[in-house]
């Protein structure tokens, strides 16, 4: 395999000269997504337009937060009418209308047939902090568990439970006490070197689990953590950032098996793989597990900033239990706001007119597509997904399923910049994930046509850079 010589993408001048301001005065921690000079003039549905006038097919959608499109006019116009009416008034004091609305339809789609109860924050991470808080103070347990490969924001409360890259959390420390990574069933790469479906041969309780999960109870649970010191356990049932990684089906079932025996909180970061983007309202449906808090966010307000911690009723009204934390514990000036929580009203109505359904079908058509594109190509890996939430890992060798170099250009790229880079170049926006995947997040409401598009362009650039590196 040799390295071989590739070009960055042209940036028009306008983009260009936005660039350059941007370069002057924004802050430096910026990942600013290699090989995607995209300066933004406005967007619509699926679809980009820069400032110098070139469109792009959007299958990234904001990493997975416009789910029902760019500007739909359904949630501008929702939004619209609020701002007539309020703009802000502090939710966590005060009352309104579109809050109210927005947490009774929570509840209605939320996993579990029982009272529950919601803080509204302004980001996913937000609804992580919420998340750790409500579970020791109504546990009263220190420790928390969280996986390898998990991406849970970059507060301190993200970066401790997130287990992605080593730059989140660099130099941060001492980060949050008490937090245990074990790790996520990422078949493809298992680290115990097991094979699916034949790992599942452990039992916990008489139900199957994975052989990985036997780690925190055979392990873990017997040599460093006593169980009874455990407030929570924080999973995405859908790995988003480390590489759309999909678990076997026994995986939660087993894992809310645990909790439960250990009287351990089960919390599902829905963040990006919520809101219908899976063929379904949450990736936990697919499997029926309830967890006793989900953490929604990115979609939920199709790009207005907001997130939405739901759990047990329990678990945040003193009234009921008086474990659950008190007033003033907890709190958020611009959670819930009224502008954002009316555009989220209007964004669930949409998703549930036939976007969950459009993301199931043309989800199913586009991970066939990728599934054949791999076939007739050496350097996908494996093709993994669930509705429009799909991910395809590049590899140096199928049978190996080794990595391939961390840099494979002669100007210091690595593959996810090139594929991503040749993607951007061909018209078609898609994100790298993990240390050697693609993510597909397009907003909900693609159509066939706009898949059979992303199919050409991403086949098309497989087959150059395979020209190049084989």
Known sequence: MRKFDYTSPEIGPKVKKLIERDKKIMFGAHTRTQEIPLGVDYAKGARITDLDGKTYLDFGAGFAVVGTGHCHPEVIKAATEQMQKLIHISGCDFYYESQVELAEKLFEICPGDFEKRVY?????????????????????????????????????????????????????????PEVTHIPYPYCFHCIFNETYPKCVRKEFDGLPMPY???YLTEVMFERLVDPE???LILVEPIQGEGGYIIPPKEFLPALRKIAD?????????????????????????????????????KAIASGFPMSATVSRAELQDPEIDERAWQPGAHGSTFGGNPVIAAAAVASLKIIENGLIENAAEVGAFLKAGFIEIMDRHQIIGEVRGQGLMIGFELVKDKKTRGALPRVITNNGKNIKEVITGECFKRGLIVYGAGFNSIRISPPLIITKDDAAEALKIIDQVITFVESQLL
């Not at 109504?138 to 390898?148: A, D, G, Q, W």
């Not at 919520?274 to 953490?295: E, S």
């Open 120 to 176: 509204f924050g302004n980001s996913g991470v937000e609804g992580i902090a919420a998340t750790l808080k409500i579970a020791r103070h109504y546990t009263r347990r220190p420790r928390l568990i969280s996986f390898l490969g998990a991406f849970h924001g970059r507060t301190f409360a993200g970066m401790t439970m997130s287990g992605s890259k080593k730059i989140q959390r660099a130099h941060f420390s001492p980060l949050i």
């Open 229 to 231: 010191d455990v407030a």
């Open 261 to 297: 025996k250990f009287n351990i909180l089960l919390a599902f970061d829905e963040i990006q793989c919520g809101m219908g983007r899976t063929g379904k309202w949450f990736a936990c449906d697919h499997v029926n597990v309830i967890p006793d808090i989900i953490i929604i966010a």
């Open 212 to 214: 990985c999960l036997s």
